[in-house]
């Protein structure tokens, strides 16, 4: 049994060794080193060898599929980066400004490839399952990121449809992670459906936490400005909670506020804050990450295995929960 | 045995059983199903079929992978043509005009991975290697494509860089369709090695063919402009050949018009077309083709069964061969 910090060096060594970007074209691959080399928590291919590590020891057996997980992310990381226009991912430009839009869009989906060649390298008696369940995941994740962006230009979006959207584009990946793991670790289905679940709602806390930190995170322990969000009018389950319970003179403020082209971004910023916190938002949003952290540990507590093996994923769900960046 | 005609009915037959395009949300479906439904020549998976055929007769059990490697060719084009900034895609508007580029990479994205879903459906004996096969001709043409893309800006390009060019751009492509419906249909390794061999030469002949056409085809038949590539003075084997071998007054005349932004867009074709003329660099292109096909036709025939049974696959060349679009 490893620690969260002992699974990243693990992580760290192994994908010197297996990762190649030596080849040619140069520019293709190029970007996709770049791009991996930003950093990012690696919390994917950890939760896939947390998982795995609750019924088998062996990471080299897991550790392909950890790390197609990880490049997966990035790949949507690079396209999402585009489609968003984006600047900067981790403080460093990101590689549609660093390079191109063409080269961002054809070293993604290099990587999207370069995911499943890591995928393929799973024994075949698990292949059908892993591939299957991976696939599935990359649809999810491509809808998620379609209702995104639908979601920007509606102005009728619930919590439910919110929850959903997050839901598809990032708990089902961490939830693929988790059971990848378990899978590998040849896990019965039941303890893999649990796994599973606690991934979802992980996941949903996880994001939820995001939303919260780009309004009230400290922005230098962040990596990314404050406010983002508020300043591109993102339907955050924030500010969907504002609208909702606003009177209407907040109600009236926030609508002005978003149909502005040209404003203070400062002062917008914290008009947005100070209503979040009037309407009871950021509590509500506080008691959805509570009620979603509270269900994933109920999922992991049905996992058929001795407790002490289930501290690592504990530690980084609290972690991940207590976290300012 | 099934002739070209029969084949296709088939694969449209099917593509209406197999695939779905009905999930939400719409706006990631409904580009697939617009890029497809635009035709196109089916020759990827009726290689397929006809090399399965060689040696089995339910067509079934190719029909998933051969509507998978349709589905990743249409997925190259949406990406190639967004790259490319291609206006007009078999005389219609592109799927980044008539919806936008946002659009294109995340529709292109999940018909990439649903060519993996389909792949998914092989039978577990056959799944590692027509995984492996897949992925790794799906990187050929990511690196076809990022080479094609670096020449444009390159003036040292040699004819053997160019038919490395699309050897990995378009011949790998059907080279692997070849070779799934051979590993599909149990054939021995040797025959699956010929066949994928016949796919490499055919490949290679097809897109010199198409190069050919593309200054010398009939523009309503070829279903696009004459002379697309001279007006982008793109490097082909004309284009290599006819600087390689103009004189002094000849080479200059090419280059000058390769500088020029602004210009006689007819002009400028039926000058780059006496100087292929002149300069024999349609000739060249034409024995090339030949050469090529000739390669063709002798891996096909080592590939160990009657005679008889290859019809298909030969007439399927010679009508490639002979096209006028």
């Given at each position: 049994?490893q620690?969260?910090?002992q699974?990243?060096?693990?992580?760290?060594e192994k994908?010197?060794d297996?990762?190649?970007?030596?080849?040619?074209?140069?520019?293709?691959?190029?970007?996709?080193?770049?791009?991996?080399?930003l950093g990012?928590?690696?919390?994917?291919p950890?939760l896939?060898l947390m998982s795995?590590n609750l019924?088998?020891d062996?990471?080299?057996?897991?550790?392909?599929?950890?790390?197609?997980?990880?490049m997966?992310h990035?790949f949507?990381?690079?396209?999402?980066?585009?489609m968003d226009k984006a600047l900067l991912r981790?403080?460093k430009a990101?590689v549609h400004?660093?390079?191109?839009a063409?080269t961002?869009?054809?070293s993604?989906?290099?990587?999207l490839?370069?995911?499943?060649?890591l995928i393929?390298k799973t024994?075949s008696c698990?292949l059908?399952d892993?591939?299957?369940?991976f696939?599935k995941t990359?649809m999810?994740?491509?809808k998620?990121?379609q209702?995104?962006?639908?979601?920007?230009?509606?102005?009728?979006?619930s919590?439910n449809?919110y929850?959903?959207?997050i839901r598809l584009?990032?708990?089902?990946l961490?939830a693929?992670?988790l059971?990848?793991g378990?899978v590998?670790?040849?896990?019965?289905d039941?303890?893999?459906?649990?796994l599973?679940?606690?991934?979802?709602?992980?996941g949903?806390?996880?994001?939820?936490?995001?939303?919260?930190?780009?309004v009230y995170?400290n922005?230098e322990?962040f990596?990314?400005?404050?406010?983002?969000?508020?300043?591109?009018n993102?339907?955050?389950?924030l500010?969907i909670?504002?609208?909702?319970?606003?009177?209407?003179?907040?109600?009236?403020?926030l609508?002005?506020w978003?149909q502005?082209t040209?404003?203070d971004?400062?002062?917008k910023i914290n008009?947005f804050?100070?209503?979040y916190n009037?309407t009871?938002?950021?509590l509500l949003?506080?008691?959805?990450?509570?009620?979603?952290y509270?269900?994933?540990?109920e999922?992991l507590?049905?996992?058929?295995?001795?407790d002490?093996?289930?501290?690592?994923l504990?530690?980084?769900?609290?972690?991940?929960m207590?976290r300012e960046?």
């Amino acid at each position: 049994m490893q620690n969260f910090s002992q699974i990243l060096s693990y992580i760290t060594e192994k994908e010197k060794d297996i990762l190649n970007f030596k080849d040619s074209p140069q520019k293709l691959y190029e970007p996709i080193e770049y791009i991996l080399s930003l950093g990012g928590k690696k919390i994917r291919p950890a939760l896939a060898l947390m998982s795995f590590n609750l019924f088998s020891d062996n990471f080299d057996e897991v550790i392909y599929q950890a790390l197609a997980i990880e490049m997966y992310h990035n790949f949507t990381l690079m396209h999402d980066d585009l489609m968003d226009k984006a600047l900067l991912r981790r403080g460093k430009a990101v590689v549609h400004e660093k390079w191109d839009a063409n080269t961002a869009i054809l070293s993604g989906d290099a990587m999207l490839v370069y995911a499943y060649q890591l995928i393929e390298k799973t024994p075949s008696c698990f292949l059908p399952d892993v591939l299957q369940l991976f696939s599935k995941t990359a649809m999810e994740v491509f809808k998620g990121q379609q209702y995104d962006m639908e979601f920007e230009t509606r102005t009728d979006i619930s919590n439910n449809d919110y929850l959903k959207m997050i839901r598809l584009k990032t708990a089902v990946l961490l939830a693929c992670a988790l059971k990848i793991g378990a899978v590998l670790g040849n896990a019965n289905d039941e303890n893999a459906t649990w796994l599973y679940d606690f991934g979802i709602n992980l996941g949903l806390a996880f994001q939820l936490k995001d939303d919260l930190l780009d309004v009230y995170g400290n922005s230098e322990k962040f990596g990314k400005n404050i406010g983002g969000d508020i300043l591109c009018n993102k339907k955050t389950f924030l500010l969907i909670s504002a609208l909702e319970n606003a009177n209407e003179k907040q109600k009236e403020e926030l609508l002005n506020w978003m149909q502005l082209t040209t404003f203070d971004k400062e002062e917008k910023i914290n008009r947005f804050t100070s209503i979040y916190n009037e309407t009871n938002a950021r509590l509500l949003c506080e008691q959805e990450i509570d009620n979603y952290y509270i269900k994933a540990i109920e999922a992991l507590k049905h996992v058929s295995v001795a407790d002490d093996k289930k501290q690592p994923l504990l530690s980084l769900t609290e972690l991940l929960m207590q976290r300012e960046s």
